[in-house]
């Protein structure tokens, strides 16, 4: 799951990116409103954590901008008040968690909205692979596999794709943060990995010039 943090205090929003990581997703991060609609212009993000109080463009209007458009959004602010909950959920945020929060709270949130896809339950089985996207647990067979958070973020969107083709660009798009060298071989490497850990017979099928499928 690929993330944008847009808040302009900076250690807050260098601690939001680094809890985010650290749960297991790919976190950029922006400044300003200006530069968070310019980053959602850029790239796929399946959730904004939008701070409402935003220099240069103002949060209201970077939600009312990107409301409909693809990511889901998780307004984040001290303004918390039941009427400005309202506000934020009628300019088109998904969801509104007021400061100060607890951190496991904010992952959550960010999880289910990543979640919200109908085609992508919490918990996929494939013949006997298991993946639990909300534990982010996954098991072949009765075994658990130790799998890094690029390993998981891989096999999370193979799973999610349900048997469709799932190409090398949109794996760094959505498992990657911007700081990935599109020209580097860092799927490939992965998706080997990956594959090592799953242990025999193959359950990842390379679409040559395409990409790969579960």
Known sequence: MRVLVVEDHEVLAARLAEGLRDAGLAVDVAGDGAAALEAADDAAYDVIVLDRDLPVVHGDRVCRTLAGRGPRILMLTAAASVDDRVDGLELGADDYLGKPFAFHELVARVR??????????????????????????????????????????????????????????????????????PFSNIVSVTMARLRRKLGPPPVIETVVGRGYRL
């Open 112 to 181: 289910a909205l990543g979640r919200r896809a109908p085609s992508a339950p919490p918990v996929v089985r494939v013949g006997d692979l298991t993946v639990d996207r909300a534990r982010h647990r996954a098991a072949r067979g009765h075994r658990a596999l130790s799998l890094t958070r690029k390993e998981f973020g891989v096999l999370e969107m193979l799973v999610a794709a349900e048997g469709a083709v799932v190409s090398a660009e949109d794996l760094l798009e959505h498992v990657w943060d911007a700081y990935a060298d």
